[in-house]
């Protein structure tokens, strides 16, 4: 168990390598899936092996070597209850996207494959750092395999789209690296330790006009990628031009990586500072809510329907972050989960469509579930759950935001509530274009038109009874997040104490 | 001379020797071919940097010129690293391109002596010295090629900017020992500014030197002659300039920066300034080339600019950064320069960015390390670049120029685009099928095993510094810590 965090960060980099040097795009195929599914298998081992416990330490499992002496840099990971739940959700997204990569991705397969599985790395790195420095690295690391995969594997303008999101994130990074870079030295000029330890700088006493530029440099790099607006610019063309495991992943985790850092680093380090923020951050939020669903209903195309839905969704988690109490913290996390599930299959759903009908075009469907009714349930399954619908996931977690939202600012959470009304509103449509209404003899419905098939049956079913198990027994996933919860709620309280609280 | 001394100035001895040898040896050995005389020039300079990395000399300085600190050894080594590199690279691209015979890696050779000199040295005219050895041997050196008009007109571009650039240096040293009276670079740097302020005639004595400096490394205003100097050079000539020259001018550059006291404060205003400029000038001209070289002229005018933001943090903390900086660069930009090289069929050096087309799934070994030596250049992690940029802003906030930080980190921003943009065409772009032979997979040579080595050993620096940085970051910072003498 010592060294059981390096090894699911380093394992698909580990198989990444050898994967570049096969020919046979088959193998290459099988040897991807196997580590994604060996990287599940430990995930899903470490859960069952810590949710149900009940620890009461923060953290679940540590690793911490000395790493760049010189600069106090140590590698250092932590798994707590949120990022075991991060954890596992990528590691299941990153099986589906090399399933549904099986048939769509048909060049350069070894480099493809070696793209996603350093992303993993990447990503995991992202989940499990607690030295600010490595999970920087981290951050970028993930950066650079979604670019080639964009660029290479993409469809329509996806070089532009690859070059717009690699500038827009890189932008956000740097200003965070400043961000970074600064806090490190107000740290160390005032204990004289220089540290990049997330506990020792969260003890930070950060004067308050210092501590507003660091945020706004953490804010800004984190907001971007989550991304809310109006730093959302590159986001429905990243994902339009995507291959469908491209969107998976981007929607389905790496915007978490955004609110995963908010929750991890921008506010309990910065508690003071994150506070004169909130109007911003609420705001922000807020406008997102709205705008990305208005924007969302007018769109033709279902990948960036979807694209749109994912920032309206997002924005929903960032305003139950800054709210920063135990039910709308828990349901942020919750929701973070649900996000990943649903979207990630609403794209593999389109995918499926998309390779079927070679076109994403709302207008060239309907009268779906006549052609193919097991995929028009799936589809609609998802299409509820990513509307809210009661006794699905999305509920539980959107539920538990509002409840907390709600006992502390009133007046955000009705406004919050309007907002998300506005989602049935695209998300019928997408539901009743597609799926109902007659089959057009010139539409994409005209000829043959296969249902699911086995490999396809291998992705949704999982995702579907997720969806409905969540739904029905969220606690399963809420255990494991009280006490990291309670634990940085401890941390902003303290922190935040001398300056008035961050509750108002 | 002592024996003590002699033994200590061994590296000098072995590069300086060795160039003469290889002069003599194509007299008597005609029949040798420009194969085997690199590699024995490359093997002259990697016994000449394995001596400076392991050996311990006796005496702290030979004859009031030539110092062996920690500092003055690195820098040997990373000379005779960068012209080790260089002459790998040369031995395929010389078959195929007219270098020269014996006398390019004798030249070679000389102007790595040339390096080792000037970023050893601790007298001014010891400094001076270095600066024409090196500078001498690589006007003929760009100029090599004798079939290619660009050649020689980047040699004579060169030349004319050398020569005038020159003149400012020894100007301005000859300044300084008119205000100070002693030719030791500790004694006249402490002299001039141990007060607290300068006088007027060491201020001009500085504002020249740093006009010769500046010309010397490219530092914007003084930068103009890069990029015709990078496209018509030869392309592993270039990357020696642009990587082993620029090394031991800036090593030089801090020698004189770290001897200093309190007074050299009031250079900062103007070097600030020039950091400035040459941060944002180098990286938003280079937004427009499509022009490899060129690209790659503005892209080492911009990351000078980087080094220098650590030179003016050096009093605090910044000359570890400034040196690893340096390091880092001088892996990355021969590794970019090395792929040209290797590119470079016999019509001339590739040019346009259009010729890199789809180049990644053809030669995917070459490709890849250009895309990796073009994204630590960028400054992006697991690479040298990234902890080389990291080190630079930390010790520019660490020493309170955030506004140099902020500006720095907002040209970097740019940066990312002009160097994503080679990564794009290697890789995004693929070959024009509408062409029956795409013109760029007929001119591009086969790999020759000696350029891929010295790729490969590029590569895992790269990477090797980006991941595990602790080993050198402490090798350096242990040598700055001490006087550098």
Known sequence: MQYALTCMVFLPVAFAVPVLFIRDDALVRWVALVATAAELLLGTMLFFTFAQAGHSGKWLLVEDHAWIAQLGIRYSLGMDGISLLLVVLSALLFVMSVIVSWRSVKERVPLFHFMLLLMETGVLGVFLSTDLFLFYLFWEVMLIPMFFIIGIWGHGRRVYSAVKFFIYTVTGSLLMLLGIIGLYIVHGRQTGIYTFALDALAATNVEPSTGLWLFAAFLVGFAVKVPVFPLHAWLPDAHTDAPTAGSVILAGIMLKTGTYGLLRIGFPLLPYAALSFLPVIFMVGLVGVFYASWVAFAQSDMKRLVAYSSISHLALVVIGIAAWNELSLAGSVLQMVNHGITTGALFIMVGMLDERAHTREMAAFGGLWAKAPAMSAFFLLFILSSLGLPGLNNFAGEFLIFVGLFREHPVIAAAAFAGVVWTLAYLLRLAQKVLFGPVTDTGALAGEFPDLTAREYAVVVPLAVLVIAIGLYPSMLLRPLDAPIQGLIVIVKVASAGTGGLAP | ?485
């Open chain 2, 1 to 485: 001379m002592s024996i003590q001394e002699l033994y200590a100035l061994l590296p000098l001895e072995i590069l300086g020797i060795g160039s003469m040898v290889m002069l003599l040896a194509g007299a008597f050995f005609p029949s040798v071919g420009k194969k085997a005389l690199n590699f024995s020039g490359a093997a002259i300079t990697l016994s000449a940097g394995l001596v400076a990395t392991f050996y311990s000399p006796a005496v702290p300085e030979a004859g009031h010129m030539i110092g062996f600190s920690g500092f003055s050894l690195f820098f040997t080594a990373l000379s005779c690293f960068a012209a080790f590199i260089t002459l790998l690279i040369s031995a395929g691209y010389s078959e195929r391109r007219p270098l020269g015979e014996e006398e390019y890696p004798s030249l070679v050779l000389f102007a790595a002596f040339g390096m080792a000199f000037l970023s050893s040295s601790t007298s001014l005219l010891g400094i001076f010295v270095g600066l024409e050895s090196m500078t001498l041997a690589l006007y003929i050196l760009i100029a090599s090629n004798k079939a290619d008009p660009l050649s020689g007109e980047a040699g004579v571009k060169y030349l004319v900017v050398g020569a005038v650039s020159t003149a400012f240096f020894a100007f301005g040293l000859s300044l300084v020992y008119f205000d100070t009276g002693t030719l030791s670079v500790t004694a006249a740097m402490q002299a001039m500014t141990h007060t607290g302020k300068m006088s007027p005639v060491g201020l001009v004595g500085w504002a020249m030197l740093l006009v010769g400096i500046g010309f010397k490394v490219s530092l914007a205003p003084f930068h103009l002659w890069a990029p015709d100097v990078y496209e018509g050079g030869p392309a592993p000539v270039i990357a020696f300039l642009s990587t082993g020259s620029k090394a031991a001018v800036f090593a030089a550059f801090l020698r004189l920066t770290l001897a200093s006291s309190s007074g050299w404060g009031s250079l900062v205003p103007v070097l600030w300034t020039v950091a400035v400029l040459t941060m944002a000038y180098g990286n938003i001209a280079a937004l427009t080339q499509d022009n490899v070289k060129r690209l790659l002229a503005y892209s080492s005018i911009a990351q000078m600019g980087y080094v220098l933001v650590a030179l003016i943090a050096a009093p605090g903390s910044g000359g570890t950064s400034a040196v690893f900086y340096l390091l880092a660069f001088v892996a990355m930009d021969l590794a970019a320069f090395g792929v040209i090289a290797s590119f470079s069929g016999k019509d001339g050096d590739i040019g346009g960015i259009d010729g890199l087309r789809g180049l990644g799934y053809v030669y995917p070994f070459r490709s890849a390390a250009l895309a990796l030596a073009f994204f630590s250049l960028a400054g992006l992690p697991p690479t040298a670049g990234f902890i080389a940029k990291f080190g630079v802003f930390y010790a520019a906030v660490k020493s309170g120029y955030v506004y140099l930080a902020v500006i720095g980190i907002a040209t970097a921003i740019i940066s990312v685009y002009y160097y994503l943009k080679v990564v794009v065409y290697l890789y995004m772009r693929p070959a024009d099928s509408s062409k029956v032979v795409p013109l760029a997979m007929t001119a591009i040579p086969r790999p020759d095993p000696a350029g891929h080595f010295a790729l490969a050993v590029l590569m895992a620096a790269i990477i090797a510094l980006g991941i595990l940085p602790g080993g050198m970051l402490d090798l350096i910072a242990g040598f700055m810590a001490r006087p550098l003498i």
